[in-house]
């Protein structure tokens, strides 16, 4: 469990600090409407549903090597579209 500073600040992808969240905005691989992003004390966490787990995978791929990140946690979930 990731420590979350009072002044944390949760918002959908496309609206977050664009800085922080272009990469994940224009990556034709990530639902950007079914992520959230926690940005707090230089650590973003990524939260929400997606249907593969390539598409989590590279919304953290995408955010990784951001300036500025102390830390990056995924708590996007796969769920199976096919159930």
């Not at 496309?14 to 650590?43: H, M, R």
């Not at 090597?65 to 946690?73: C, E, F, K, M, N």
Request: glycine share 8%.
């Amino acid at each position: 469990m990731l420590p979350t500073p009072p002044s944390s600040t949760t918002l959908p992808a496309a609206s977050a600090n664009p800085l922080t969240c272009a990469a994940v905005i224009w990556d034709v691989e990530v639902p950007s409407d079914a992520i959230d992003v926690t940005v707090a004390g230089g650590w973003v966490k990524l939260k929400g549903y997606v249907d593969y787990q390539f598409q989590s995978d590279a919304a953290f791929i995408d955010l990784a090597p951001t300036h500025g990140v102390d830390g990056l946690a995924s708590g996007i979930k796969v769920v199976n579209p096919c159930r």
